[in-house]
């Protein structure tokens, strides 16, 4: 038993000593001498540093969430939208009509005039009237109906576009519409306008002019990459 107190008592004493220097040496870190505080400072600098790189790493994480898309706000004005509908498929098969119609007036026409001039009969100069009528009738009334279009589709309401890599995001007053960049899209640029045709949905038109000129290679860029060429035939 006397033996076992022994070993009890070294142990203790041991143990005590050990706490003893461990507290006398991270008290040391505190008190000032030659040596010392060069490692403490050396130590705070380091954790400062850690916890700086851990902010950085989390605004960068928090900017890439919160980056948007390109906003483009416009209004369309009807010279516009006329400049479209005069590039639309409908309207090119109507004005190779024109032209095959007009063909045929201008034969009926010049027939009339030598009709005339060989028989000197005023019937047939009135009769050249008509296919003068007809040529100006067979260009005008497609200009009308699509200026009389244009004034329907025209709302002189703000368009607000935000475009995306992935997708645009469209707003005009409380309705919004989504269109996904994911080559189901196709486009084109005609007359200063950016066209795209969504597949089974109605023509977004955005203005060159609305797109600062900073931005508009991201656009393009953007639209280009995740939408398909319109080819002249489709």
């Excluded at 107190?5 to 461990?22: P, R, W």
């Excluded at 899209?185 to 007359?191: Q, S």
């Excluded at 969504?198 to 955005?206: A, D, K, L, N, R």
Aim: proline letters at 4%; hydrophobic letters at 40%.
């Amino acid at each position: 038993e006397k033996i076992r107190g022994k070993v009890f008592m070294i142990e203790e004493k041991t143990f005590d000593e050990v706490n003893n220097e461990s507290n006398k040496e991270n008290a040391e870190c505190f008190e000032p001498n030659d040596s010392q505080p060069v490692l403490c400072e050396q130590e705070s600098e380091t954790a400062k540093i850690s916890d700086s790189e851990i902010v950085v790493e989390d605004d960068n994480e928090g900017y890439k969430l919160t980056k948007t898309g390109i906003n483009i706000k416009y209004v369309l004005s009807e010279s516009e939208i006329t400049e479209i509908f005069k590039h639309t498929e409908g309207y090119r098969k109507n004005r190779s009509l024109q032209k095959r119609h007009t063909t045929i007036q201008s034969i009926l026409f010049i027939v009339l005039l030598i009709l005339w001039l060989v028989f000197k009969n005023k019937y047939y100069g009135y009769l050249m009237i008509i296919p003068i009528i007809c040529i100006f009738v067979i260009w005008a009334l497609p200009l009308l109906s699509i200026r009389r279009l244009a004034k329907e589709f025209f709302s002189g309401e703000e368009i607000n576009a935000e475009v995306y890599p992935d997708k645009i995001k469209l707003k005009l007053k409380d309705k919004t519409r989504e269109i996904k960049l994911n080559h189901s899209v196709k486009h084109e640029e005609i007359g200063g306008m950016i066209l795209l045709y969504p597949e089974g949905e109605s023509t977004v038109m955005i203005p060159i002019r609305a797109i600062d000129s900073k931005d508009l290679p991201d656009v393009q860029a953007m639209i280009f990459a995740g939408a398909s060429p319109k080819r002249a035939k489709e």
